[in-house]
């Protein structure tokens, strides 16, 4: 889910295998990134947000 002025991409759901890796590039400076409910703004950096190790369902919701 995205707000405000900004895009992410990919937007919507995404297939990640069990211990991969799943990147969303943003456009635009995000002022809050949540994952599953947890501030995770800090953890973009050159406006991408990378999450490893995915075991289960993320959702992602950024605001710009």
Same mark, same amino acid.
Request: without cysteine.
């Given at each position: 889910?995205?707000?405000?002025?900004?895009?992410?991409?990919?937007? *919507?759901?995404?297939?990640?295998?069990? *211990?991969?890796? =799943?990147?969303?590039?943003?456009?635009?400076?995000?002022?809050?990134?949540?994952?599953?409910?947890?501030?995770?703004?800090?953890?973009?950096? =050159?406006?991408?947000?990378?999450?490893t190790n995915v075991t289960a369902n993320h959702n992602v919701v950024v605001?710009?």
């Amino acid at each position: 889910l995205v707000s405000g002025s900004g895009s992410a991409s990919p937007e *919507g759901g995404m297939y990640v295998a069990s *211990g991969g890796s =799943a990147v969303i590039n943003l456009s635009g400076t995000p002022t809050k990134l949540f994952d599953n409910g947890t501030d995770k703004t800090t953890a973009v950096a =050159a406006n991408k947000y990378t999450i490893t190790n995915v075991t289960a369902n993320h959702n992602v919701v950024v605001i710009f």
